[in-house]
Nanobody, 121 residues
């Protein structure tokens, strides 16, 4: 069973930065796509950023974070990162990492336990 473990959350002032990490128990080369999602209190979980796991895999971002967040990978460390800059109070949420794996046409999705990000005004 693949495990994803997020870290790096915390309390930061508006305008500050944080880097979240998502460490996988398996080689991230085995995944097709990895992504970061977030869920604020009373709101539905939303997709923040995606990364296709290939050497030149494209990235995509929600409009709310474009230009401020960057998703990246370190294949040697089996880790995906989310660099967050110019943070706003509305970025406050639990951030979740997920990975999709498609093997012989069968799709399996894995989720981490989440890490809390709180941005104070």
């Amino acid at each position: 069973q693949v495990q994803l473990v997020e870290s790096g959350g915390g309390l930061v002032e508006a305008g500050g930065s944080l880097r979240l990490s998502c460490a996988a128990s398996a080689s991230i080369d085995s995944f097709n796509v990895m992504a970061w999602h977030r869920q604020a209190p009373g709101k539905e979980r939303e997709l923040v950023a995606t990364l296709t796991i290939s050497i030149r895999g494209p990235t995509d971002y929600a409009d709310a974070v474009k230009g401020r967040f960057t998703i990246s990978r370190d294949i040697a460390k089996n880790t995906v990162y989310l660099q967050m800059s110019s943070l706003k109070p509305e970025d406050t949420a639990v951030y979740y990492c997920n990975a999709d794996q498609i093997v012989e046409g069968r799709r399996t999705t894995y989720w981490g336990q989440g890490t809390q990000v709180t941005v104070s005004s």
